[in-house]
């Protein structure tokens, strides 16, 4: 791939955004028949409070219609309790973890069990970049474009068997690299859950990247979940097994504090948190705050799957 950056810069100091953002530009303009050398030096630097025509965003807020949050705020302002409990923990304590080798369990009600090393696993599938609305059950939201694949591919791959009704999803235990782990602070290992067509559903993701770069130790290395229309615990990091099981698994937050967290969390405005309402959100990066959205803007696609549940009893 062809990128072109002006040559004051060292290459030291391109983020993967401006890199991506770049690259993204470069297949718009060379789509459009234009020469990539309309991008100037002026359209690569700055941060992104930037005036909205600015060409570096014009292209990814068209895929969500709002600003897509820079490379420096998805990586330094993060939740990752295995690192620490303050948001810069997981930048400032994770630059010791190996996200390699690493290998993936697929284990329970499935045909295709086993013990993937994650070259392997990823290889069958088609990498794509995606961005999402993330909404973090504290009420601050960000939006960030991930590159991975479509859960629902691996669950076909797989072959889960009748007995199969959810999956649950476990994070690595390695108290040497994770600090947060030598800590009672969660129960570990952190364990998610989904429905099983929950997990089939076209917009639930496979995370390996952030910005069209491997995702940094701090976003889940190197194997993350990412259900956009649920409040962003349910996004499991640094995965390392796979369960199809019978029975709805007890999850991390729903079993710290079940008065506060349930299985589903899904994102609903009108079921406010005991301790806080959820009708708003700060997004990072925005000074005034925002109305959260029914399912977190996904509520066209992913509605129907709880026509018979009652979104207020199971949160
Ligand atoms: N293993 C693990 N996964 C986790 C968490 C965690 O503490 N441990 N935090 C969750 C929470 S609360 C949020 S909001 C998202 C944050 O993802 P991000 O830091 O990439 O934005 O990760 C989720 N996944
Ligand atoms: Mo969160």
Redesign the pocket.
């Known amino acids: 791939m062809l990128i072109r950056r002006p040559p004051d810069i060292p290459s030291s100091e391109i983020t993967p955004e401006r890199v991506f953002l770049d690259r993204r530009s470069f297949i718009r303009h060379a789509a459009l028949g234009t020469a990539a050398a309309a991008l100037s030096p002026s359209t690569l630097s700055g941060t992104r409070h930037t005036a909205p025509q600015d060409p570096r965003f014009s292209e990814l807020e068209s895929e969500l219609g709002e600003p897509v949050n820079a490379w420096t705020e ?1 990586t330094t ?6 690192f620490g409990t303050a948001k810069e923990d ?1 930048h400032r304590n994770s630059g010791s973890f190996r996200p390699r080798p690493w290998t993936v369990r697929i284990e329970g009600h499935v045909n295709n069990p086993g013990d993937y090393e994650l070259d392997d696993f990823l290889a069958p599938h088609r990498i794509e970049d995606r961005v999402y609305r ?1 909404r ?3 009420a601050w939201s ?1 939006v ?1 474009p991930w590159r991975g694949f479509p859960l629902g591919d691996l669950v076909r791959r797989v072959d889960p068997t009748g007995d199969a009704r959810f999956v649950e999803f476990t ?1 690595i235990v390695r108290p040497d690299e994770m600090p947060g782990q030598r800590t009672g602070v ?1 129960p570990w290992p ?1 364990v ?1 859950g989904l429905r099983l067509d929950e997990a089939m559903h076209p917009l639930t993701m496979l995370v390996t990247g952030v910005y069209g770069v491997d995702l940094p130790n ?3 290395a190197p194997l ?1 979940l990412i259900v956009p229309w649920k ?8 995965i390392v097994s796979i369960r199809f099981v019978e029975e709805m698994p007890m999850t ?1 937050w729903w079993a710290a504090n079940a008065r506060e967290y349930g299985f589903y969390a899904n994102v609903n405005p009108e079921v406010d948190h005991p301790r806080w309402s959820q009708a708003r959100e700060r997004r990072i990066g925005e000074l005034r705050r925002r109305e959260t959205l029914m399912f977190n803007g996904y509520a066209n696609q992913v509605g129907q799957m709880y026509a018979d549940l009652d979104l207020t009893r199971w949160i």
Not at 77 to 82: A, D, V
């Open positions: 998805i302002y993060n939740n990752f309790y295995e997981p993330m973090c059950v504290e960000m960030i994070t969660l952190y998610e701090q976003n889940g993350r409040y962003g615990f349910k996004g499991i990091k640094s991390t």
